[in-house]
């Protein structure tokens, strides 16, 4: 199941859905479905939030394999540095007033069976795996 979602308010609501909908047509276990909710909503209001370019538009993509549930979340915008991003998150996030947010992609990694990112010009997919 694939969706394109554009930069609007509480886009990542939409995803939920598709998976909520798609988690119960192939009666995937609930805690399975609601830590993948989490991991997707977390990858959409990422990629919405950081994304410069003029496509902010991100692309959703649910897929069962046999044992695991798929999660690809993919941005078109510039890139990042994924090992640079967690360095200057750890460093400036520990002591400052804002050490509430962006911890994103640590969350996602720390919860996910299997975390990738890839990253360039063309934009950037996090690909996560829950274990059925």
């Not at 979602?5 to 886009?11: E, Q, V």
């Not at 990542?12 to 119960?24: D, I, M, P, Y």
């Not at 720390?110 to 795996?129: L, P, Q, R, V």
Request: proline share 4%.
């Amino acid at each position: 199941m694939s969706l394109s979602l554009p930069k609007l308010p509480d886009a990542e609501t939409v995803a939920l859905a598709g998976l909520e909908h798609f988690a119960r047509s192939f009666h995937i276990p609930e805690e399975k479905a609601n830590l993948a909710g989490i991991l997707t909503s977390e990858a959409v209001i990422n990629a919405l939030e950081h994304v410069r370019t003029g496509k902010p538009l991100v692309r959703v993509e649910f897929a069962l394999q046999k044992t695991q549930l798929c999660i690809k979340v993919r941005d078109y915008g510039t890139g990042f540095d994924f090992e640079e991003t967690e360095r200057s998150i750890t460093e400036k996030k520990q002591d400052s007033p804002t050490h509430k947010r962006g911890w994103g992609l640590r969350l996602m990694r720390s919860m996910a069976d299997h975390f990738a990112i890839t990253s360039g010009k063309g934009g950037s997919t996090i690909e996560m795996h829950v274990k059925l």
